[in-house]
């Protein structure tokens, strides 16, 4: 498989009044082409600040990030505005910033495409392929103001996926969504994923969403911590099994960060006694003042 993202290392420092905020520590990750993949993460983890770089919107003080072959520490800003428009899409969470209030649904879909200079008839017929792909056919003609707000974020994917992106980046898409429509929006990134190709990837504190995936990864403190990959299998009687299984990622130096629900469960905290086995490791809690496990 190709690499679509790739971050290695990756550093983001903020300045402000002569106080250093250090968004992302040494970020690792990597996101094949066509996969699904979301980025979970408690508020302040970092993961805001990974979507800010990988859309091109800010620039990391250190480190590799390239998405579909771009460098993202090299392009000059005439090449950042291309890679916006031509590289990536992009849904915010905000229904309203989405889309142009005095355009109908489809007038919506199709402002990217006149942008670019696309001729009448192609435009036409890439918006009809979209409408009907996300299944917004019965309200193409109406306004944002009278749409849903589920229906609003389909038509923003659509939006966002008008000029054949590689890449489409949803940061909290269903963040201002009730349930039923929560899972319209998500079923419609599942779709663009499917049909399309498109590499999508979805910035979200909703482990609900993030449960819907093959793939999630989990940053806490500007770094990697977990991944969780998800699989269906088929037993001998034909019944689909939904298996997960959970990985914590070791950086270049050793280190790792243990999923938090095991550091509460078994009191971890302070020093810890590692063991060697002979074909994997031990951690303990201990009482660091008695050097014997509590």
């Not at 489809?106 to 192609?122: E, F, V, Y």
């Not at 663009?192 to 190709?197: H, I, P, R, T």
Request: proline share 3%; hydrophobic share 40%; glycine share 8%.
């Amino acid at each position: 498989m190709t690499l679509q993202i790739e971050c290695s290392d990756l550093v983001k420092i903020f300045s402000a009044e002569g106080v250093e905020v250090q968004a992302l520590q040494g970020l690792t990750l990597r996101v094949e082409r066509g996969e699904l993949t979301a980025v979970v993460g408690a508020s302040g983890s970092g993961k805001s600040t990974l979507l800010a770089i990988l859309t091109g919107l800010e620039i990391p003080t250190a480190g590799k990030a390239t998405v579909a072959g771009h460098d993202l520490l090299t392009m000059t800003m005439a090449q950042r505005t291309h890679y916006r428009r031509e590289t990536v899409g992009f849904v915010w969470q905000q229904t309203s910033r989405n889309l142009l209030p005095y355009y109908t649904a489809a007038q919506n879909i199709a402002m990217p495409l006149a942008l670019s200079g696309l001729a009448r008839r192609r435009r036409a017929a890439r918006v009809k392929q979209l409408i009907e792909l996300l299944g917004i056919g019965e309200f193409a003609s109406r306004r944002p103001a009278q749409l849903s707000g589920g229906q609003q974020q389909r038509v923003a994917i659509a939006v966002a996926l008008s000029n054949e992106p590689e890449v489409l980046f949803a940061d909290e898409p269903t963040g201002e969504l009730d349930d039923m429509n929560s899972q319209l929006v998500f079923d419609a990134l599942g779709s663009v994923n499917q049909e399309l190709g498109v590499t999508v990837l979805i910035v979200t504190h909703d482990e609900d969403v993030s449960s819907k995936v093959r793939r999630t990864v989990q940053i806490r403190d500007g770094r990697l911590a977990t991944e969780v990959h998800r699989s269906t299998e088929t037993d001998e009687f034909g019944t689909e099994l939904n298996r997960s299984q959970e990985f914590v990622v070791l950086d270049r130096v050793g280190r790792l960060q243990l999923p938090q629900e095991y550091v509460h469960t078994l009191g971890l905290s302070g020093l810890v006694r590692v063991e060697l086995a002979d074909d994997h490791a031990q951690v303990h809690p201990t009482d660091p003042m008695k050097g014997a496990d509590k």
